[in-house]
């Protein structure tokens, strides 16, 4: 079921008649999703009845606040890509000579290559889940780069808390699944490779993310390893992507992340760019008054107009 947020409460999406629904009662998207099949069974009800009460789905806005935003790291092709462009772009001169005459050789640079852990274990950080756009808001330019950045990533919101869980226990807690844009500071993210402690998801990634409207639950997304998409900038396609053959399943990253420590209903989990959707692989940088739409397929899209004018904030929920 696709689900969106308004002022006036949860709304639903009838495939059928191609309309949207209002659920009465239902104003709180965590916790429709966290009340399982009943919930579920009410808005089928909802759906299906006789004079149901249509809604407009562009009242709609961010479909929750998030409690936490982990951000993981999956494809193999997405590291190596983006590592050999920051040192192209933003490295010294002399550490571009030495990779691209290596490469020459028909060879990726070793040093590219993601390392054992990578394989071992789900990667991943902590972002900053208080700086979230909604849909159609406007993007500022931050003041500390030049070299502004989207990713197209496909990410779940838990409906329910994990402690040390399995795997097919993380797996029951998602809840349904939406698009994420990881707005980078590419620049910043070569200096902070270089020379931070904390490495290079430092000021280069807490700055702001966005969220689509759109919320599939997870009963009718299936299989998030299917997932295709693609990013338009200015209505002209520059990239397309899908998830396939990730080096983690969703399962064993939820796993991971919470052993010590609990996870809770409203906690984000993105999955990570979707390889070669990332203005870094594709040495094509967006700019102040352009328009970057994300789009994942049996979801929706997810519009934010970059603006230099636009100032630092947060979406107000619906």
Partial sequence: MKLRNTPDGLIAHDPERDRWVRLPGEHDLIGFLGAGQPALDRALAALAAEDPAVA?????GLPFVP???RAFMLWESHVVQSSRMLVKHFFPAPAWRIVSAFEKTGRTFPKLKPNKRFWDAPTFYVANHTMVL??????WWPSHTRFL?????LACVLRRPLVDASPEEALAAVGGWFVLNDWSARDVQADDARHNIFGPVIKSKTFANSIG??????DEFGDWKQATGRVRVDGEVWCEGATVSPAHDIGEMLAYASKGERLDAGDVISTGTMPGCCGLELERWIKPGQTVELEIDRIGTLTNRVSADAVPHTAVPA
Avoid: Y
Avoid at 56 to 60: Q, S
Avoid at 134 to 139: G, L, P, V
Avoid at 213 to 218: G, K, Q, S
């Fill in 56 to 60: 407009d789905p562009a009242t709609a």
């Fill in 67 to 69: 409690r936490s935003m």
């Fill in 134 to 139: 909604a849909d159609h808001d406007q993007m």
């Fill in 149 to 153: 950045d989207f990713e197209l990533e």
């Fill in 213 to 218: 409207c759109d919320v599939v639950t997870a």
